[in-house]
């Protein structure tokens, strides 16, 4: 039985057993960014990536609301480790958008007091 290996930023914890590993899991030890390798060198996959290995959320018990037909839909579980409401890109985006705003709002001012003290 090979030996496994977590490897967390700079710092490596092994070797572990299977059995082991599960228990830092199911303890919160591992993150899903965590990389888990067998052996003590090569690369290894995150911990996201091992079905099983890590808890997922759990749904929630709030009933959703009914969108037409689509009522019945399936909510997943969320990892939010995983898997973030917004991309980096999405974000910047909307940084971009608000400051576009912000400016255009500004350069507004002048022109609408300008034109009030025409009338």
Not at 69 to 93: A, N
């Amino acid at each position: 039985m090979a030996s496994l290996y977590v490897t967390s930023g700079t710092e490596t914890e092994g070797p572990l057993t299977r059995q082991a590993l599960k228990e830092l899991a199911s303890q919160g030890k591992i993150s899903p960014r965590d990389q888990i390798r067998e052996g003590m060198s090569g690369t290894g996959i995150q911990a996201r990536e091992i079905p099983g290995l890590l808890p997922t959320l759990k749904k929630s018990s709030v009933p959703s609301r009914s969108r037409g037909r689509k009522s019945r839909e399936r909510v997943h579980d969320l990892d939010l480790e995983s898997s973030p409401l917004l991309t980096i890109e999405q974000k910047e985006w909307i940084v971009i958008i608000c400051g576009s705003i912000f400016m255009g709002s500004l350069l507004l001012i002048p022109l609408i007091q300008a034109l009030v003290n025409l009338f």
